[in-house]
């Protein structure tokens, strides 16, 4: 096991991982920005370097600045978290290249699971179903007519080098097309530094359903069950559960099974999840895409699992065998996260601003992952995630019941927050009877 | 004459308008982003857009003057 790890990310997720490696007896090493001196994250750190201004690029994305921390510090391995360089690929070679432990998979992996087409053709020739679409990412709005034609509208429109729903729209006609494409193209470049655009089919009403992975030391690759992300705003997961109210016994195997299968096409190591849609009138799914490393939502799977991922994390990094007999998982009762954001509960615009008191609630099977704390400062410069609430149940009744409570108790003052939201959602008929979709957000707030 | 006010902290992104430019009620004058969302500043009124009081790379607080349309 390396004496020490640098956590090169932020608030919550940087804590999160903190909180396993100094169990495991882990020297723990924060980096942050000047944004950041304040938060819980860096006084918890056993030593923590500044990297950089606010801004992320001279940052949290600054692969020199990092490196020349765990170099002063001494650092014997570096944890990404999720986001910011977690799936870069080149970043990884980097560390690996200073001697260092990289706690995520081969490089290889994240470059050929980092583009949605070739991860799609990737997956596809393993066998793994995929949407209709494109094999070769389109550059001009004519390309892209030309495949919808083929495809039939309406059709996806995304960022081939994207994620996080940054660039992506539907389409119901050319018209809308050709003004999707160039919104897409724009935000592509400006984001992620690649113009490439990918058409796909689009499923009128689906689940989003991800299967958790991971791969072991010994190359195993085996499958901890399934989280719904169907909740969604903007293309991005407001709210996560396990097991997934829209999946049986007989689709469960099938996707992980295919999990499994991706996994081992690349030569998988440590956690990653693999995205799907479930398609509501076929009640088939198809790939969408694979994220190489902890996933925000990772809490639900721990919760009925009582497995630690990051701990599996540290131990295959270090080419040890995981902590659980990788044949005899146990999935118990039912969890759910709700994502807590700076934004307010109506519009879901960003809030920045001050926290002047932080209640979290407790209780049993009440999870807190938190990156903040009374005194902070919300800036506008990273995402509005502020803390995930998780709970976990006997079964989804409980999870909802202590869920609503939990919502109800957790008090931020000072800042507008999402709770709000969440509590109109827990209490929604659609989200309660758990026969919901991934419009099921856009229903509650037209 | 309508002033048009930041509605959160934010980073100013990009100008779209010009200072003299005739603008229309819902033209976008300046795109805001915070927390990783753009935020269109639209024009509020139809008129010549007498004052931008902003520019790119600017930190606007919220409540801060970002245009006037007269």
Redesign the interface.
């Known amino acids: 096991m390396p004496e020490s790890v640098l956590i090169a990310n932020r608030g919550e997720i940087a804590r999160r991982v903190a909180r396993t490696a100094r169990r495991m007896g882990v020297r723990v090493i924060a980096v942050y920005s000047e944004a950041d001196a304040d938060l819980p994250f860096v006084a918890e750190a056993d030593e923590a370097v500044l990297i950089g201004p606010a801004q992320a690029a001279l940052s949290y994305l600054n692969a020199e600045a990092i490196l020349a921390a765990a170099a002063r510090t001494g650092a014997e391995a570096i944890h990404p978290g999720y986001g910011f360089l977690a799936e870069n690929a080149a970043f990884a070679s980097k560390v690996i290249d200073a001697g260092l432990t990289w706690i995520g998979p081969p490089p290889d992996a994240i470059d050929l699971m980092g583009h949605k087409i070739s991860a799609r053709n990737l997956m596809a020739s393993a066998g793994i179903p995929v949407a209709d679409g494109g094999a070769e990412p389109v550059h001009d709005v004519d390309q892209a007519l030309a495949v919808a034609v083929g495809i039939g509208y309406p059709v996806m429109i995304k960022a081939a080098a994207g994620g996080g729903g940054i660039g992506m729209s539907m389409a119901t006609d050319p018209e809308r097309l050709r003004s999707g494409f160039e919104t897409a193209r724009t935000r592509a470049e400006r984001f992620f530094g690649n113009p490439s655009i990918l058409i796909e089919r689009y499923i009128a009403s689906a689940r989003h359903v991800e299967v958790q992975i991971l791969g072991l030391a010994d190359g195993r690759v085996i499958a901890l069950g399934e989280r719904d992300c169907s909740a969604q705003r903007r293309h991005q997961k407001l709210a996560e559960e396990t097991p997934s109210p829209g999946v049986g016994d007989d689709l469960r195997e099938r996707m992980m099974a295919a999990a499994v299968r991706a996994g081992e096409a690349v030569g998988y190591r440590g956690a990653g999840t693999v995205e799907c849609l479930v398609d509501r009138q076929t009640g088939e799914f198809v790939f969408l895409e694979m994220n190489t490393r902890l996933q925000v939502e990772h809490p639900v799977t721990e919760m009925v699992t009582g497995i630690d991922l990051v701990e599996q994390q540290l131990l295959v990094a270090d080419g040890a065998p995981v902590s659980f007999d990788p044949g005899a998982v146990r999935r118990t009762g039912h969890a759910l996260e709700l994502r807590v954001y700076a934004e307010d509960p109506v519009r879901f615009l960003p809030r920045p601003g001050s926290i002047t008191g932080w209640l979290e609630p407790s209780g049993p099977g009440v999870r807190v992952d938190a990156g903040y704390a009374a005194g902070n400062t919300v800036t506008p410069h990273y995402d509005p995630l502020l803390a995930k609430l998780v709970v976990h149940g006997e079964d989804r009744a409980q999870a909802l019941a202590r869920a609503r409570e939990a919502v109800g108790s957790f008090a931020v003052t000072g800042l507008t927050t999402n709770l709000p939201f969440h509590a109109d959602l827990l209490n929604s008929a659609e989200f309660a009877s758990g026969d919901y979709d991934t419009s099921v957000v856009a229903r509650l707030r037209p | 004459m309508t002033e048009i006010r930041a509605?959160?902290?934010?980073?100013v992104w990009k100008i779209v308008a010009a200072e003299g430019d005739s603008v229309a009620d819902g033209d976008t004058l300046v795109i805001l982003?915070?927390?990783?969302?753009e935020?269109p500043v639209i024009a509020e009124a139809t008129g010549r857009l007498a004052r931008l009081a902003v520019s790119e790379g600017d930190?606007v607080q919220e409540g801060d003057l970002i245009a006037v349309i007269e």
């Open positions: 509605e959160m902290v934010a980073n982003e915070s927390m990783k969302m935020i930190v």
